[in-house]
Each structure stands twice: as C-alpha cells, then as structure tokens.
Nanobody, 124 residues
Framework: QLQLVESGGDLVQPGESLKLSCAVSGFTLNSGRIGWFRQAPGKEREGISCISQSGGRSYYADSVKGRFTISRDNAKNTVYLQMDSLKPEDTAVYYC?????????????????WGQGTQVTVSS
C-alpha cells in the first residue's frame, strides 16, 4: 500500500529555515513524480515544487523559486523540501503527493496519492 508521510513542520520566525521530509512507502522514487503542495486557510491548494521520476528535473512555483529546494534520497525513499528565507505568507499546511508518471506537474489533479500534511507557521 502506497503511503506518504510528511514531517518537519514547525513554528519559525521570518527569515529562518525549515526542512520538510516526505517518507514514501509502497512506491520507489524512480517510479514516478513527487510533488509538494501547500494550502493556506481560505486558499486553494498550490503546487510549489516537484521532482521528476528520474530525479533530473524539478519545478518551482514563482512564489518559492530561489528560496526552496527539492531533493530526494533514493536509499531512504524520502523526498525533502529545504525552505530558506521563510516569509509569513509561506504559512500553510504542506503536503507531498505522488503519481506514477515521469514528468513534473504543478496541478493538483496530476497526483494520485497524498500525505496527511504538516503545518508550517512563519510568524514573529
């Protein structure tokens, strides 16, 4: 059974960093794409990053480009999202998602499996 479990969310101050983890079971990372999404209260779920099946391509939304970095550890079957220079507008529940398709997508509908989410709050 495929499962994704996010961790690493926390309350941090503006300008600080966090590293989120997405531990995947029942699905090897070279079987498809993994995406990171976030949803703030009252807003739609936003696709912010993705790593392709091969691991050779990644995607970043303009809102996080230059501050967030996606990576993966195939041995641990885990995908990470390093978040630097955090801003209050980054406050949201962060989700990872998987699909058995090779290329990146930022669309919510392009993913078949979802984790439960982890809360990130950026506030002074």
């Amino acid at each position: 059974q495929l499962q994704l479990v996010e961790s690493g969310g926390d309350l941090v101050q503006p300008g600080e960093s966090l590293k989120l983890s997405c531990a995947v079971s029942g699905f090897t990372l070279n079987s498809g794409r993994i995406g990171w999404f976030r949803q703030a209260p009252g807003k739609e779920r936003e696709g912010i990053s993705c790593i392709s099946q091969s691991g050779g391509r990644s995607y970043y939304a303009d809102s996080v480009k230059g501050r967030f970095t996606i990576s993966r550890d195939n041995a641990k079957n885990t995908v990470y999202l390093q978040m630097d220079s955090l801003k209050p507008e980054d406050t949201a529940v962060y989700y990872c998602a998987a699909a058995r398709r090779p290329l990146c997508s930022s669309s919510f509908n392009a993913y078949d499996y979802w984790g439960q989410g982890t809360q990130v709050t950026v506030s002074s």
